[in-house]
């Protein structure tokens, strides 16, 4: 039936609806859809196991140490995984792309200096970087942030410099050369839409990266600060008590399977769809 | 080859020196130490000693200075956590737990990766090629903390087969270790898979066959030889996620290494010992990769006779 529909066939169904209802409505509506408040606490009903384990379907995936509905909160903490990922990949992938084409259409030693940068950031542990940032300034928001945007932006310079290299030495860039156009105008107007295709993927494979990565750092307590019911915090929570209460890590932990998977299946289809040299990536 | 791997040293040194500009900087915007190294009801008088003592009123390029050549015999100070010890020998004392965990899920990722992703290549499209395939994207979507409590749950907790955390015998080291190596599985199984698939394919198998080479032979000396350059170049960045994976995983089964001193290190603000565990982390990733260097030098004679 698929076949007869190409965009349904190109566009798997099971990861999308996967994320809609993990990550995307719950982003938005959580404050509709969640039975209870994430943040109110009730001293009568705490630790409560989930429905089937002898909970009821008042609290369907059980409550935490202070009586917080676990349902409640992982759907607030969707916000934080969805923030965070698209904030730090929008701001990663503008910082990378447009260094990766000054190095790329520059070349000499502005592309040496470029490079070498992206190197380094790789060779620094990227955990280690927000340790120390929280160290200074404890955990935030915006340092989740900054690390994200330090781990990814050189896997978008490298391939934006790679293509722009490929790129310029293409007839039409020659012709729109010849033809008086500045520097700035080829490298946007001509340079930039041929490489569209690779940062969309590129952004996208990201993703289930980004989310690991701000739930890790929330787990060690040097992400999202409390009382954020964010993801990892969320595991976090639960490792003290996993002898006796498995519910409070197994949930929020699930949720981040569950959307990073969903994410990585949609990445490859949309890779093979939109860019299918990218594979060795 | 002596060109090729003086150029790479260059450029290892090149970052390390990057490195210590940037945990430089970032130890001056900590705060000032004089607050944390000193009780609240210190004199001025006290202040300025301490001040002049460590060099902080002195021009910030001569601390920077000062900073390197003091980090170039290993000298960061003394901890500020650990009393009576300096930050390079706390964090020596781990170093060894974090060596043996990390060791142990390297060759578990490689014992278990390579003939995984050698198996999937040959018998495409078989049951091994799926095993890999899943292996593959649940490594890529597992966040290796979890993975980590749902092991200890199933395994420590329900099952009573292992311990649930702390330092000991193999036994501790296991649910850690295989946490750890679950991502580098996925990584290396991909590559090695890919890598063989294309070598599989080319021209030399088809004549070792054709002049009847056993299939043996032909998948382990004739293919596997040639394929074995791509997952060899991944091992400097496996060394380096292993180290940032200790951090996490050390921490979730309480393993007093490297990476679970650093988190301790940072909720106690003993910035020396945080800036001691980078530094160190750095020189590994950046040995580990100058060592595949060498490596990929000795295997591909195209960079050997350059």
Same mark, same amino acid.
């Given at each position: 039936?698929?076949?007869?529909?190409?965009?349904?066939?190109?566009?798997?169904?099971?990861?999308?609806?996967?994320?809609?209802?993990?990550?995307?409505?719950?982003?938005?509506?959580?404050?509709?859809?969640?039975?209870?408040?994430?943040?109110?606490?009730?001293?009568?009903?705490?630790?409560?196991?989930?429905?089937?384990?002898?909970?009821?379907?008042?609290?369907?995936?059980?409550?935490?140490?202070?009586?917080?509905?676990?349902?409640?909160?992982?759907?607030?903490?969707?916000?934080?995984?969805?923030?965070?990922?698209?904030?730090?990949?929008?701001?990663?992938?503008?910082?990378?792309?447009?260094?990766?084409?000054?190095?790329?259409?520059?070349?000499?030693?502005?592309?040496?200096?470029?490079?070498?940068?992206?190197?380094?950031?790789?060779?620094?542990?990227?955990?280690?970087?927000?340790?120390?940032?929280?160290?200074?300034?404890?955990?935030?928001?915006?340092?989740?942030?900054?690390?994200?945007?330090?781990?990814?932006?050189?896997?978008?310079?490298?391939?934006?410099?790679?293509?722009?290299?490929?790129?310029?030495?293409?007839?039409?860039?020659?012709?729109?050369?010849?033809?008086?156009?500045?520097?700035?105008?080829?490298?946007?107007?001509?340079?930039?839409?041929?490489?569209?295709?690779?940062?969309?993927?590129?952004?996208?494979?990201?993703?289930?990266?980004?989310?690991?990565?701000?739930?890790?750092?929330?787990?060690?307590?040097?992400?999202?600060?409390?009382?954020?019911?964010?993801?990892?915090?969320?595991?976090?929570?639960?490792?003290?008590?996993?002898?006796?209460?498995?519910?409070?890590?197994?949930?929020?932990?699930?949720?981040?399977?569950?959307?990073?998977?969903?994410?990585?299946?949609?990445?490859?289809?949309?890779?093979?769809?939109?860019?299918?040299?990218?594979?060795?990536? | 080859?002596?060109?090729?791997?003086?150029?790479?040293?260059?450029?290892?040194?090149?970052?390390?020196?990057?490195?210590?500009?940037?945990?430089?900087?970032?130890?001056?915007?900590?705060?000032?130490?004089?607050?944390?190294?000193?009780?609240?009801?210190?004199?001025?008088?006290?202040?300025?000693?301490?001040?002049?003592?460590?060099?902080?009123?002195?021009?910030?390029?001569?601390?920077?200075?000062?900073?390197?050549?003091?980090?170039?015999?290993?000298?960061?100070?003394?901890?500020?956590?650990?009393?009576?010890?300096?930050?390079?020998?706390?964090?020596?004392?781990?170093?060894?737990?974090?060596? @043996?965990?990390?060791?142990?899920?390297?060759?578990?990722?490689?014992?278990?990766?390579?003939?995984?992703?050698?198996?999937?290549?040959?018998?495409?499209?078989?049951?091994?090629?799926?095993?890999?395939?899943?292996?593959?994207?649940?490594?890529?979507?597992?966040?290796?903390?979890?993975?980590?409590?749902?092991?200890?749950?199933?395994?420590?907790?329900?099952?009573? &087969?292992?311990?649930?955390?702390?330092?000991?015998?193999?036994?501790?080291?296991?649910?850690?270790?295989?946490?750890?190596?679950?991502? @580098?599985?996925?990584?290396?199984?991909?590559?090695?898979?890919?890598?063989?698939?294309?070598?599989?394919?080319?021209?030399?198998?088809?004549?070792?066959?054709?002049?009847?080479?056993?299939?043996? @032979?032909?998948? &382990?000396?004739?293919?596997?030889?040639?394929?074995?350059?791509?997952?060899?170049?991944?091992?400097?960045?496996?060394?380096?996620?292993?180290?940032?994976?200790?951090?996490?995983?050390?921490?979730?089964?309480?393993?007093?290494?490297?990476? &679970?001193?650093?988190?301790?290190?940072?909720?106690?603000?003993?910035?020396?010992?945080?800036?001691?565990?980078?530094?160190?982390?750095?020189?590994?990733?950046?040995?580990?990769?100058?060592?595949?260097?060498?490596?990929?030098?000795?295997?591909?004679?195209?960079?050997?006779?350059?």
């Amino acid at each position: 039936m698929f076949n007869r529909i190409p965009f349904l066939r190109r566009f798997p169904v099971i990861p999308v609806a996967i994320l809609l209802v993990v990550l995307i409505i719950p982003a938005f509506f959580a404050t509709w859809i969640a039975p209870h408040d994430p943040y109110t606490s009730n001293l009568r009903a705490r630790l409560v196991p989930p429905v089937g384990f002898g909970g009821s379907w008042d609290y369907p995936l059980g409550t935490d140490r202070l009586g917080r509905c676990m349902l409640s909160r992982i759907l607030h903490g969707a916000k934080y995984a969805l923030g965070i990922s698209m904030i730090g990949i929008v701001l990663g992938a503008v910082v990378g792309t447009v260094l990766g084409l000054i190095s790329g259409y520059l070349r000499g030693w502005v592309d040496v200096f470029i490079m070498r940068l992206v190197d380094i950031t790789f060779a620094l542990p990227s955990i280690l970087l927000a340790l120390a940032l929280a160290a200074i300034s404890g955990p935030s928001f915006s340092l989740v942030v900054i690390v994200v945007v330090f781990v990814i932006w050189g896997f978008f310079a490298r391939q934006v410099r790679a293509e722009t290299l490929s790129m310029r030495e293409r007839d039409f860039v020659a012709k729109a050369r010849v033809a008086g156009a500045s520097d700035t105008r080829i490298v946007l107007k001509y340079i930039l839409p041929n490489i569209a295709n690779t940062i969309i993927v590129l952004a996208t494979l990201q993703i289930g990266v980004v989310i690991i990565l701000e739930a890790s750092l929330s787990f060690l307590g040097i992400g999202i600060p409390r009382p954020a019911p964010a993801w990892g915090l969320l595991v976090a929570d639960g490792r003290q008590l996993i002898v006796s209460n498995w519910w409070i890590s197994l949930f929020p932990g699930l949720a981040i399977l569950l959307t990073v998977l969903s994410v990585n299946l949609l990445g490859d289809r949309l890779r093979d769809w939109l860019d299918p040299k990218l594979r060795q990536v | 080859m002596l060109k090729f791997l003086a150029h790479r040293l260059i450029h290892a040194l090149i970052s390390l020196l990057v490195i210590t500009v940037i945990v430089f900087s970032l130890s001056h915007l900590s705060g000032n130490p004089i607050d944390a190294m000193l009780p609240d009801d210190a004199t001025p008088q006290q202040i300025e000693d301490l001040t002049r003592h460590l060099g902080l009123d002195r021009p910030i390029l001569v601390q920077y200075l000062t900073f390197l050549q003091n980090a170039a015999v290993g000298d960061f100070g003394d901890s500020l956590k650990w009393k009576g010890q300096t930050a390079a020998q706390v964090v020596l004392e781990r170093m060894p737990a974090t060596l @043996q965990l990390g060791g142990l899920a390297l060759l578990i990722s490689v014992v278990v990766a390579i003939p995984l992703g050698v198996l999937a290549a040959v018998y495409k499209n078989t049951i091994f090629d799926a095993t890999a395939t899943v292996i593959a994207l649940l490594g890529q979507s597992l966040p290796a903390f979890w993975l980590g409590i749902v092991l200890m749950w199933i395994f420590a907790v329900t099952l009573g &087969w292992l311990p649930t955390s702390g330092h000991g015998g193999l036994s501790h080291m296991i649910l850690p270790a295989i946490s750890m190596a679950w991502f @580098q599985i996925s990584a290396l199984t991909r590559l090695t898979r890919s890598a063989m698939l294309e070598v599989l394919d080319a021209e030399y198998i088809k004549l070792a066959r054709v002049k009847g080479v056993r299939e043996q @032979q032909v998948i &382990w000396k004739h293919a596997f030889r040639n394929a074995a350059i791509v997952p060899i170049t991944y091992f400097g960045v496996l060394a380096g996620s292993l180290l940032t994976g200790s951090v996490v995983i050390e921490t979730v089964f309480n393993w007093p290494g490297t990476g &679970w001193l650093a988190i301790t290190a940072i909720q106690g603000r003993d910035f020396p010992v945080v800036q001691t565990v980078v530094l160190f982390f750095a020189v590994l990733f950046l040995l580990a990769n100058f060592v595949v260097d060498v490596l990929y030098a000795l295997i591909d004679p195209r960079i050997r006779n350059a």
